[in-house]
């Protein structure tokens, strides 16, 4: 195992004084404190670099960096599915979602639903949404960055953990959003380096690609599907395509974490070209953080065969699993001062991604719930709050990692998240979609398929977890077992078509209870768009598709 020299450790250091420096910077000149819309969305003002590196940044996380390029080293490379589908799905945001976004001047996506739809619609996404974050995107980030500490730096797991938290959590709380996305943008730039450099030494340590290709062919369990986008059990590709769009819609169209980037947008076609770059940011994933973990699995078998394994720095305790892929890679191949900006680019993703979950849970709680509750609080009674609500989320998110250490055992960080995404994505999707496109969709069907769909999902992770425990037994015939045992996202799929189909029924069964619409808030099919095939925003559109269809060809 390699280790980090003096060198590595100025460059860490380096990378900490300028993310500081930065936060610091915007923090002192845009007072952010003072206002609440420049707290919480930056002043709205932000122009379209700086929200499609914010996009692409704050979705860096834990499920990447550890995740993803574990997944390359097991083979699963279908995972890359969902970040090149994201590139399409943000598309989707820039050109239908969005203006209905700016346009209704909303804060949160909650807000959205309330004023679409009714109240209840807003305190069960607000609430989903909280929940959700703390036992996905927090703990996960958190562990993530632990495990880069105690991988990298032989620094115990818990101290790592609160070095991450606290060392996130303190530009944060004083900056606001603005500060979030500024470091964002630096962050970003110092990640994407750190992966193509991985990816190059990589390829220098093991000969070329193509003693790559000979490794798994000599070596896998199964060569020829071991980097195949369609060609694998646990990813068929009638989930990949109908349903891992949906849990897609649901996190880049819908999902507070996401969008409030577009919300601080200038305007709506600055927010759109935001979108777009972003879109081209999201096909990098697949070659600096899937293949770097091919790349590790090569030498695992041909070079290094205790790559994958862990050893606590305290009580030598040691264990193995391939989500440790990426951080193994760079103490073994990379030279003295390239893994250190390496290191720096791993915990630059990792504080990204926490930081911007912190911001925007805090904004839901501030705005869906304390306002609600205080609705003449001032300017700065809110950006206190928000504060305050971040220091909690913190602590609530360090006491859930036990909980995640024993979930991610052996790896399977990044399936283990999409699949409880699967679970509760479809409804909300679902909500948004027929409440932009269809009018006649009401309050009262909105909420019984939200809660109908929720009820399908819990319930699906609950059996699925006590049927893996041993705790009940299901009969593969029976439609209860046929619901448990199919793929997660062919079950995206069902609880998807089961939630319009309650959506559509209930409201015109209802529509006596109908009330009148904002125009803002839904789509208008007699407008035309004719000049947008005509700018540049649409060619670029094209491009990013273009290349989608190229790699689905290349790895098919």
Known sequence: MGTLEILDYVVIGGYFVLVFAIAWYVTTKEKSGENSANYFLGGRNLGWFAIGASLFASNIGSEHLIGLSGAG??????????????????????????????????????????????????????LISIISYVLTKISFT???????????????????????????????????????????????????????????????????????LQAIQDNAPEPDTFMSLWRNKEYPWTGVLLGAPILGVWY????????????????????KQGTIFGGFLKLLPLFIFVVPGIIAYALSVTEFPDLFTITNPITGETKTTTDAAL??????????????????GFLAALMSSLSSVFNSTSTLFTFDFYKEWRPKASERELVNIGRLATVILVIVGLAWIPFMQKLTEGGGIYKYLQSVQAYISPPIAAAFLLGIFY????????????????????GRLVLEFMSQEGGLVLSDSSLLGTLVTMNFLHYAIFLFVISICVMVLVSLATQSTSKELDPALTY????????????????????????????????R
């Not at 090149?84 to 909650?110: D, Q, R």
């Not at 500060?179 to 992966?195: E, P, R």
């Not at 760079?330 to 893994?339: A, S, Y």
Request: overall charge positive.
């Open 142 to 212: 958190i562990f993530a960055g632990a495990l880069v500490f105690e991988v990298l730096l032989g620094i115990p797991f818990w101290t790592g953990a609160i070095i991450t938290v606290v060392a996130t959590g303190i530009y944060t709380v004083f900056g606001g959003l603005k500060a979030v996305i500024y470091t964002d943008m630096v962050q970003s730039i110092i990640f994407i380096l750190g992966g193509i450099c991985a990816t190059y030494f990589g390829l220098e340590a093991i000969g070329g690609w193509d003693n790559v």
């Open 524 to 555: 208008d099919y007699g407008e035309r768009k004719a000049t947008m095939f005509r700018t540049k925003e649409f060619v670029l559109t094209m491009i990013i598709i273009v290349c989608v269809l190229i790699l689905w060809y290349v790895f």
């Open 439 to 458: 009018k006649k969709i009401n309050g009262r069907g909105a909420l019984t398929a939200l809660w109908v769909g929720f009820v399908l999902g819990i």
């Open 327 to 344: 951080p193994a890679l760079i103490l073994h191949v990379m030279p003295i001062g390239i893994k250190g900006l390496v290191v720096a």
């Open 252 to 271: 880049w169209c819908t999902d507070q974490f996401i969008v409030q980037r577009v919300l601080s947008a200038k305007n709506i076609k600055v927010a």
């Open 73 to 126: 080293a097991r083979g699963a490379f279908p995972e890359a599915q969902f970040e090149i589908l994201a590139a399409l799905i943000l598309l989707l945001l820039g050109w239908v979602f969005v203006p209905f976004y700016i346009k209704s001047g909303v804060f949160t996506m909650p807000e959205f639903l309330e004023r679409r739809y009714n109240k209840g619609s807003r305190t069960y996404l607000s």
